[in-house]
């Protein structure tokens, strides 16, 4: 059986899922390129991503399952997970076949499968959107560099947009190096490389030290307690965090 | 006196009031304006003891002119004062907001000079916020009683949440511990946010563009164990609380001694187990249809402090079970030892399509260790040597089960408690999508 390789992007892995199904000929493993490691047993595929095949698939599943389904594929591409594509797969191919109460098998492990990704997902982006820090900088932009686990930085946009909605934004995804960004306006993705120095504006500082201070004087020294704050807030994430340096 | 300072002071008095909750509200923003009220909740951070920071979570001023003798802030308490302008405080709430620190404020206050002036200047501080800053965050704000009609209604049309402490659960306690406070001062206040929030619903009615009135509720905290209250007269004011004045939330914190007045117990550690007690049979009202009769009664006022509220309750009533997970409706379900609301709908939701078995359930992602003495899958009992029937040995093997990690970690659990609302939130996502 095939190895599917696509370039990564979402609609190279709805292109797969097209392909798969116009072929008849079910890959055993569909990986973005990056995640590909080549061993001589397998058979190479490469996906060439085509938004029209991927815009079938997408229609195809609003109409034959649902929003939802499509909303937890969405969540489990972001995991950026090993299996993420051919778990994704088997469970459209299973959705295709039962409709929209695929659902609720959840004992059955394709759909218990995506939903395993969809709760990691979701967790991450509710932590982020509470623990992503912004820094005023001098031309007063507010900066918030962040390293999510997870491709969640994505989903942050909608949120941040609406409650910030009358500053100029960027949160900063500096592993896979791009960034949401808004403008007062509309929010929109695009890459990021930062070149020139980060320079804060005069008052941050004063703002961060205030924060630092706080956080101290509200922990409640008689009940230390370190590993209950790193299960709620693990370690990976403390690196932008002001409070935690 | 600069302004590191005053948060200092002013923070430090105000961190264990408990309700650290910013969920049940939604404010959208306005254009131009900044902030929102998510209504699942948010949490910012968790500070080395473990507990969420969601709000900014401080005091007014902590001069007071009262004398509660359960209470640092108490005038005869020699310690250092501060308050805050109106002006610093906004400052600093929309700065730390615009960073993202925080999800909002909760503003508490001693009482400074009388009740009226200090809800005026918590009246000034939130209007501000509102008015001048266009802020369209989380804001929570004590009552304080005793402060005039006006001013408490003009508040709430300010804020998210409003809160009364009641502190102490009955008359007698308060004349021993807060002689300057009431019943009457407390309940006043109650009944006026009630009564704002009814008819502000009843006008939403008509008018959708009817402004708010503090649309997150209103929630108390009462002190446990600083007075000789048991838990059944507790449960008893919590469960009116919630009927009658349609609150929220009722928060325990457990009694941490600031004094040695002869009219307080002489107690070295917090009574932290009972209040997690109090927290678990609270949840049971409210969301697992209980009433604290079934919980407790005149024979037992107390809750075992070994065993959580429903084993017990279950144990008592072991004539109901076990139930057939694949027959027994939701809130049967929901009375089972171990099985929570998520868990209830998962079993709901899984049997549509296909009786479940035992291996079917952890699945599910449901933990067997306390359901297993109280369920059946296909008419059979977990496949284990031997299922205890009877109430002695069940209650035994589940404190065995328990065992003794559990009884080192209450502070751990005590303090998960302190913010159990972002599991409401949950509970409330699920509503809308219909599970229930
Ligand atoms: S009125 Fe409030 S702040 Fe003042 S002593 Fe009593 S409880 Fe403490």
Redesign the interface.
Known sequence: MPCYIYDGSFDGLLTAIYDAYYNKDFPEQIVSRDNFIDNFLITKVYIQTDEEKSKKVHDAILQKISRHAMSGIMYAYLSEHENAGIYILEYLRFGFKTGR?VD????DDRV?NINRLVTKVTREK?LL????????LQNNI?Y?PIEPQYNTTCLLGK??A??????IFVIHDVKRSYGVFYDKNKWFMSDISIKEDIVFHE?ELF?Q???K???D?????S???????S???PKRYWKY???MK | MDLNEKIKILSDSAKYDVSCSSSGSSRKNKKGGIGNAAPSGICHSWTPDGRCISLLKILLTNYCIYDCKYCVNRVSNDIPRAAFTPDELVNLTINFYRRNYIEGLFLSSAVCVSPDHTMEMLLKSVKRLREEFNFNGYIHVKAIPGASNVLIEETGKYVDRMSVNIELPSGESLKLLAPQKTKESIIKPMGLIKSGIIQNREEKLKFKSAPQFVPGGQSTQLIVGATKDDDLKILKLSESLYNSYKLKRVYYSAYVPVSNHPNLPAIIKPPLLREHRLYQADWLLRFYGFNSGELLNEENPNFDELLDPKSGWAIRNLDTFPVEVNKADYYTLLRVPGIGVKSAQRIVQGRRVSMLDFDDLKKLGIVLKRAKYFITCKGRYFPQKSIPTNPVSIKNRLLLEDNIRDHENVEQLSLFSLFPDIMAAELHMSRITGVL
């Open positions: 109460i609720s098998y959840l004992a218990n509710h959107s509470g623990i992503i820090r912004f820094r005023l507010y918030a949120h941040f609406e409650r910030m909605s009358d500053q008052n703002y030290e205030l924060w201070h706080y956080f004087y509200t922990t409640i020294k009940r230390i307690n370190p590993k209950l704050q299960n709620h807030m965090l002001i409070e």
